[in-house]
């Protein structure tokens, strides 16, 4: 385990470089997101359909927990002064789960930058930002997202 953390620090180390303490004006411009993760809902088949279920099975079927991928892709615009917007945002979650929470196109975001760190958002609706690749001005041109929640995402974004 030692051996499988060391290496994933020193591959973290090589994709974000250690930079000058940082702050929201380092993180400016529009930049292209991809997350991903996992989702697990109650349901059921009918052939090859799967049905969504909040609450009770009905009767008639026998449901059971299904575990689906979720993508989430689009544009979020950084000002370098603590507020993101999402300019696109497309969700693929074949679950069929009626929300299943995110930004939507035109959210307006507050962030925050310590050092390479970051918070996008809120701690109880948001995401963990880690900064990287810094440009000759001084802005970075990755990000590495995290999203702690019952089943974390995680993702990356590139300054466009």
Same mark, same amino acid.
Request: charged fraction near 10%; proline fraction near 4%.
């Given at each position: 385990?030692?051996?499988?953390?060391?290496?994933?620090?020193?591959?973290?180390?090589?994709?974000?470089?250690?930079?000058? @303490?940082?702050? =929201?004006?380092? !993180?400016?411009? +529009?930049? /292209?997101?991809?997350?991903?993760?996992?989702?697990?809902? &109650?349901?059921?088949?009918?052939?090859?359909?799967?049905?969504?279920?909040?609450?009770?099975?009905?009767?008639?079927?026998?449901?059971?927990?299904?575990?689906?991928?979720?993508?989430?892709?689009?544009?979020?615009?950084?000002?370098? @002064?603590?507020? =993101?917007?999402? !300019?696109?945002? +497309?969700? /693929?979650?074949?679950?069929?789960?009626?929300?299943?929470? &995110?930004?939507?196109?035109?959210?307006?975001?507050?962030?925050?930058?310590?050092?390479?760190?970051?918070?996008?958002?809120?701690?109880?609706?948001?995401?963990?930002?880690?900064?990287?690749?810094?440009?000759?001005?001084?802005?970075?041109?990755?990000?590495?997202?995290?999203?702690?929640? +019952?089943?974390?995402?995680?993702?990356?974004?590139?300054?466009?």
């Amino acid at each position: 385990m030692k051996r499988i953390l060391a290496s994933l620090v020193l591959l973290m180390a090589a994709v974000f470089p250690a930079a000058a @303490a940082t702050g =929201a004006a380092q !993180l400016k411009g +529009t930049y /292209y997101f991809s997350i991903t993760g996992i989702t697990t809902v &109650g349901g059921y088949y009918t052939g090859s359909t799967w049905h969504y279920v909040s609450g009770a099975c009905p009767k008639s079927e026998t449901c059971m927990n299904q575990t689906f991928q979720k993508v989430s892709v689009g544009t979020i615009s950084f000002n370098g @002064a603590g507020k =993101a917007t999402f !300019l696109t945002v +497309t969700n /693929y979650d074949p679950s069929g789960e009626p929300d299943s929470g &995110g930004p939507a196109k035109g959210a307006v975001w507050p962030y925050t930058v310590n050092g390479v760190n970051g918070l996008l958002g809120t701690e109880s609706d948001g995401a963990a930002i880690v900064l990287g690749a810094f440009n000759s001005a001084g802005i970075a041109s990755v990000v590495q997202i995290f999203i702690a929640d +019952t089943n974390p995402k995680t993702g990356v974004a590139t300054l466009q």
